[in-house]
């Protein structure tokens, strides 16, 4: 079993930095990959970041440059790093974390003002 808590969201000015911090309690099992996805409003949920249990990291394009996903030593908590935030960055931030199975966190709201 796997529970995700999320911190980090909030609003910011556009060009701004915020960061995201998401901690796993686990039981028994092993977490492989955790990341971040986003769903704007009437917008489908997309994958932001992720990264593996050996440190491979993937991004969206829109954020490629101005994102970063990191992981602790521990590999249960997950940070994602967001600067020069733009609009259409606003969006709720879920966290994600897959063993045999896909965990959820509740969501973080990120706005960025124009």
């Known amino acids: 079993q796997v529970q995700l808590v999320e911190s980090g969201g909030g609003l910011v000015q556009a060009g701004g930095s915020l960061r995201l911090s998401c901690a796993a309690s686990v039981s028994r099992v092993s977490i492989n990959s955790m990341g971040w996805y986003r769903q704007a409003p009437g917008k489908q949920r997309e994958l932001v970041a992720a990264?593996?249990?050996?440190?491979?990291?993937t991004y969206t394009d829109s954020v490629k440059g101005r994102f970063t996903i990191s992981r602790d030593n521990a590999k249960t908590t997950v940070y994602l790093e967001m600067n020069n935030l733009k609009a259409e960055d606003t969006a709720v931030y879920y966290c994600?974390?897959?063993?045999?199975?896909?965990?959820w966190g509740q969501g973080t709201q990120v706005t960025v003002s124009s």
């Open positions: 994600w974390a897959t063993t045999w199975y896909d965990y």
């Open positions: 990264i593996t249990s050996g440190g491979s990291t």
